[in-house]
């Protein structure tokens, strides 16, 4: 199976997760079908000049938005550029999101879109048009209480503060259409850093409740973007050994553990992991098999699948990625007595930042950064006892636990507003 069939099975992915949380709320047909029916899905087409060798060529890239639910409050998801894009993925992940706001308790529903592009593929200028004919098709479906976009693979703050200048063309200078954002335009303080933070966060919490002690330990981190750089930042300065890391060209590994500062220097200055001093090659695949800790899958969806499950070694798997092991796997990972944190509870922290800036915004008050950080961690871990107390109660694994929590919440919501 190639990665983009691996992508392409998000959906059931997701589906499989659901049911499972479903059967034991006993929820009848009517109900299941209403959560999992999205409320809308747009797919639009964007026509662009690119330059190649001098010579301009008229490209038509394929642009998606999928709304799920907004029960509890507007659509809240990220925007990712990436050429395996496609609709079967964002409407997962869309749906990721109404459960992930669910489940940390904030006023949001869930979204998602995604442009099938490699933004590595073009200039600055082209991507900047891009991004702004999307937002111009996209921007009656937006809102600060409708729809607010955010980051995610492929874009970054820059992206962000284009779909703000388009959008305000219209509506006015209005910052909180978008979060992740820069500081310079009512963006947070600490939110490129919080999805990682969160998911350190988790980590160390979950270390002590399975007996490791997170000083010294080793961890494997696959991925070394926004999320995984500023993850092992983190979990170092807690004392972790970075035992390998990797990006999209392969990993890098030293049993002494690796200086995650020289590692983001060399990305910097370098553009890959590959060729760190004091490390050896791995490959991707090799690494989620490595002995270690701790696995923290920080990349894309599916990395660990039916077919490397059985040799998975890590008693401990933390999902910073989303969707990052599938249904199968995750089958194989509970029969072998390994432990999965769930990306709908690891990397919530990327949403809740964005709903402190958000709030921010609305307010037209800043906050510390010492504030969002001591927020961000109070909810998570408040959030974390609670999906760890239902999974003790009901006699389940973490992710069952807080499936069931998110989409109680939901569906109570659906029926109070009498949809």
Not at 135 to 153: N, S
Not at 206 to 223: F, K, N, P, S, W
Not at 354 to 374: A, G
Request: proline share 4%; with cysteine.
């Amino acid at each position: 199976m190639n990665r983009q069939d691996k992508k392409c099975d998000c959906e059931d992915t997701q589906r499989h997760f659901l049911n499972r949380a479903f059967g034991r709320l006993e929820l009848d047909d009517a109900q299941r079908d209403l959560l999992l029916s999205p409320f809308r899905e747009t797919l639009i087409s964007i026509p662009l000049k690119v330059r190649r060798n001098g010579i301009e060529v008229l490209r038509t890239f394929t642009g998606f938005r999928v709304q799920h639910n907004h029960a509890r409050g507007p659509f809240k998801g990220g925007l990712r550029y990436h050429p395996a894009s496609n609709l079967r993925e964002i409407r997962a992940l869309a749906q990721l999101m109404t459960w992930k706001t669910a489940l940390v308790n904030i006023p949001y529903g869930g979204a998602k879109g995604g442009i099938t592009v490699d933004p590595g593929e073009l200039h600055r200028d082209e991507l900047e048009v891009l991004t702004k004919r999307f937002a111009q098709k996209m921007g009656p479906l937006l809102g600060v209480h409708q729809d607010i976009v955010a980051p995610d693979v492929g874009t970054n703050p820059q992206v962000m503060a284009w779909i703000l200048e388009e959008y305000s063309k219209a509506h006015g200078y209005t910052p909180g259409i978008v979060t992740g954002k820069p500081l310079e335009l009512g963006g947070s303080e600490g939110r490129l850093e919080a999805t990682g933070h969160g998911v350190a966060t988790i980590t160390r919490q979950a270390a002590v409740d399975h007996g490791i002690r997170l000083e010294g330990a080793r961890i494997v981190i696959q991925g070394f973007g926004n999320v995984g750089s500023h993850l092992a930042q983190r979990l170092a300065e807690l004392g972790a050994t970075i035992i390998a890391l990797s990006d999209a060209r392969g990993g890098v590994l030293s049993e002494q553990g690796i200086d995650v500062g020289a590692a983001r220097a060399h990305v910097r200055e370098h553009g890959w992991l590959e060729d760190l001093p004091g490390t050896e090659f791995v490959s991707n695949a090799e690494l989620l098999e490595l002995p270690c800790d701790i696995l923290i899958p920080a990349a894309l969806e599916s990395v660990i699948d039916c077919d490397n499950a059985e040799r998975i070694k890590a008693p401990l798997i933390v999902e910073a990625a989303n969707m990052p092991v599938t249904h199968q796997a995750d089958d194989i990972l509970r029969e072998r007595g390994r432990t999965v944190v769930p990306d709908v509870l690891a990397n919530a922290g990327g949403v809740l930042a964005s709903y402190y800036e958000w709030v921010q915004n609305l307010q037209e008050f800043p906050w510390e950064r010492d504030t969002v950080f001591y927020r961000l961690e109070e909810r998570l871990l408040r959030v974390y006892g609670e999906v760890r107390r239902h999974a003790e109660a009901r006699g389940v694994d973490l992710r069952t636990a807080a499936y069931e929590l998110a989409i109680r919440r939901v569906a109570d919501a659906i029926s109070l507003r009498g949809f």
